[in-house]
């Protein structure tokens, strides 16, 4: 949809159903959602990384938990124990938890007292 002489695109739609939510394209173009994804490592064998992330949040950090091999209900109930461990909020977004502010060192501890490999990444 243009607008005007100046080849707008669109600015702002409601109708996110057709938008992949990955790569911001309509599903029908969509490249990423015709690419099989590769599962997901199950169990006990699953590296959870964890780090630190700054960018496209002025400055404040946050502690971001990756590879967890949990389901969406999963992701949500270990985000919620982790905040509670932290006393910080935080949320889960596209299968990765956020936890406001660097608790690296106590989430590192945290989740491998729950049976997981976990790895430090960053600096």
Do not use: N, Y
Request: positive net charge; hydrophobic residues 35%.
């Amino acid at each position: 949809m243009k607008s005007g002489r100046r080849g707008i695109g669109l600015v702002f739609t409601t109708d996110a159903s057709r938008v992949c939510a990955k790569c911001g394209w309509p599903k029908e173009r969509c490249a990423c959602s015709k690419e099989p994804s590769a599962p997901l490592p199950q169990g006990k064998a699953a590296v959870v990384r964890v780090g630190r992330e700054t960018s496209g949040r002025s400055g404040k950090g946050v502690t971001v938990v990756t590879g967890v091999p949990l389901d969406a209900a999963g992701l949500a109930e270990l985000a919620s124990a982790l905040k509670r461990q932290c006393g910080s909020g935080g949320t889960v977004r596209d299968g990765v938890i956020e936890i406001q502010g660097d608790h690296r060192d106590r989430l590192v501890e945290e989740l491998a007292k729950r049976g997981w490999t976990v790895k430090r990444s960053g600096g």
